[in-house]
Each structure stands twice: as C-alpha cells, then as structure tokens.
C-alpha cells in the first residue's frame, strides 16, 4: 500500500475549475462527470472520487468562485 502524498494535490481544483469553464461555456445543463473531466484532464474516476454526484460538485465549483470574489469586497 502506497503512503504519502497524493500524486497530484491540486486535482480537485482544476475538477472545479473546469466545472465552472463547461457551465459558463456550455450551459449547467451541458455538465457531465464526462466533459468536466475532459476539461481538467483528469481521469473520468477523479471526478466521482472527489464529488459524490454532480450536484456536489456544482454546488462545490459556485462556492469556489463566490470564494474567490468575497476578498474584492
């Protein structure tokens, strides 16, 4: 059994990331454990290793990005 470090730490931040690209390109309808992980090219099982369902991982992306704006103000 493997101990350590995961080999990519920053995974489930570019799963965000392109969560927010293929809603903001292609609709919140258009999103797929599919298309976001294609997006972040990450394996297809990143995505439901990290996000139990894609409401989850919604959810999850608009708090990242309501996150980032609320030091502006």
């Known amino acids: 059994m493997r101990k ?10 570019r799963i965000l990331r392109a969560a927010l690209e293929v809603i903001a390109s292609e609709g919140v309808h258009a999103a797929s454990y599919r298309r976001i992980a294609a997006q972040a090219g990450v394996p297809l099982g990143s995505t439901t290793y990290y996000f139990s ?8 992306a608009f708090e990242t990005l309501r996150d980032g704006f609320e030091p502006r103000y």
């Open 4 to 13: 350590g470090k995961p080999n990519d730490p920053e995974r489930r931040t």
């Open 53 to 60: 369902d894609l409401e989850t991982l919604t959810v999850s």
